[in-house]
């Protein structure tokens, strides 16, 4: 892609073997606010968000300590992941 960013939308995409798999809006979100252990709040951009290892962003939505947010807006997490559509 020359590295250049390709934007998903929230629709079903066709799976090879006939499964629907779920392709979320990268665009969904643009910052997070995430709580460290300590009950500390750190505000990042979803730029800065994306760039922690996946281990440590895994954890921390497994542990709710992750909010998505479009402006002012909070956006639940099974909407960011396209669950439930």
């Not at 020359?2 to 392709?23: E, Y």
């Not at 997070?32 to 281990?55: F, H, I, W």
């Not at 709710?64 to 807006?73: P, W």
């Amino acid at each position: 892609m020359n590295g250049a960013s390709r934007r998903l939308s929230n629709v079903s995409s066709p799976h090879p073997r006939g499964r629907k798999v779920a392709i979320f809006d990268i665009s969904i979100y643009d910052r997070v606010e995430l709580k460290n252990d300590n009950g500390m709040t750190q505000r990042l951009t979803r730029e800065a968000y994306e760039k922690l290892p996946m281990s440590q962003r895994t954890r921390a939505i497994l542990k709710n300590q992750v909010r998505f947010f479009k402006g002012d807006r909070e956006i639940h997490a099974d909407e960011v992941f396209g669950i439930g559509k």
